[in-house]
């Protein structure tokens, strides 16, 4: 059973715009980490924010911890076709397992 | 190898049929976990290794399930009686500490197709 939800399931846009994708759950993690998942390959850490309220660039995506870790967002400004992928946020909680969310599959077009 | 390896890549068996699965990771890795991964979804744990001892085995679906990593290093997920329902990408990973904010490195998957 998934704890975590994100939103939207599925995203496909155009070069150059915005977009945001959402992780939510009901239960509390002590971090949360966002992946990104080609196919025939197996997810690759993007960041891991630790911290309720911690903001983290990474060039032109932005990931944010909820105050009350329980939801976690990803930004992409101007998204190029390169981050068409499978993005996945995972919770841990006080243990090594991570619960992964259900993903999100964004295909930017050019 | 500098990552993960999994092998075989691609398994085709049929309904019946046992199958193992080999996860080479990363050397030193203390760390070693097995997700299941559904078409379009996001990763279901199985079980989690820290050296050679089984720490956690609920997500494994059923007593089908069997994993092991008798010397610490390389695991065997082994599937018995497959079932058109264990279709699926079988991930494994590897992370060098122990801790929730440490990373996982994940191998590139075996894909079982159960026919």
């Known amino acids: 059973t998934q704890l975590l939800e994100q939103s939207p399931q599925f995203l496909s846009i155009q070069e150059g715009e915005n977009l945001t994708v959402y992780c939510n759950s009901s239960s509390v993690f002590s971090s949360l980490q966002w992946y990104r998942q080609e196919p025939g390959e197996g997810p690759v850490l993007l960041v891991t924010?630790?911290?309720?309220?911690e903001v983290k660039k990474l060039k032109r995506l932005t990931f944010q911890f909820g105050d009350a870790r329980k939801d976690s967002s990803l930004h992409i400004t101007a998204a190029q076709p390169g981050d068409t992928g499978l993005y996945l946020c995972a919770g841990a909680e006080n243990t090594d397992k991570l619960i992964f969310g259900t993903g999100t599959r964004l295909q930017v077009f050019p | 190898g500098a990552g993960v390896s999994q092998s075989p890549r691609y398994k085709v068996a049929k309904r019946g049929q046992d199958v193992a699965l080999r996860c080479d990771p990363i050397s030193g890795h203390v760390s070693l976990f097995w997700y299941q991964q559904a078409l379009g979804q996001g990763p279901e744990f199985l079980t989690y290794f820290q050296n050679e001892a089984q720490l956690d085995k609920s997500g494994l679906p059923s007593d089908r399930f069997f994993a092991e990593r008798p010397e610490g290093s390389v695991s065997t997920l082994k599937i018995q009686r497959t079932q058109q329902e264990d279709s699926a990408v079988y991930l494994c990973?590897?992370?060098?500490?122990?801790?929730?904010?440490?990373?996982?490195?994940f191998g590139q998957g075996t894909r079982l197709t159960v026919v």
């Open positions: 990973a590897s992370s060098t500490l122990t801790g929730p904010n440490t990373e996982a490195f």
């Open positions: 924010v630790v911290t309720g309220g």
